[in-house]
């Protein structure tokens, strides 16, 4: 079987309970998170920015395998 492409729908409710429950590195909380066309926008509370809260873009890059790869932005 080959599949050519496929595509899902999640929630901003869903996608917001899986980020919570994710490790983010020792420093880095989730405040928040936006859904952009193509894109989730995470706003960070990074300890090496003094706390202050940052976005940074999270934009699908490809698959490997069962991975789902994304790409980043620094933080805007």
């Known amino acids: ?3 050519q492409k496929i595509s ?15 490790r983010f590195p020792d420093g880095v909380t989730l405040v928040d998170l936006s859904l952009a066309d193509g ?3 995470l706003v960070l509370r990074i300890a090496s920015y003094f706390g202050i809260p940052v976005r940074v873009k999270l934009e699908f890059d490809s698959v490997q395998g069962s991975r789902v790869v994304f790409k980043a932005t620094p933080p805007i």
Do not use: D, N, P, Y
């Open 1 to 3: 079987m080959h599949i």
């Open 8 to 22: 899902a729908t999640v929630s901003k409710e869903a996608l917001s309970r899986l980020l919570q429950g994710a």
């Open 39 to 41: 894109a989730v926008l």
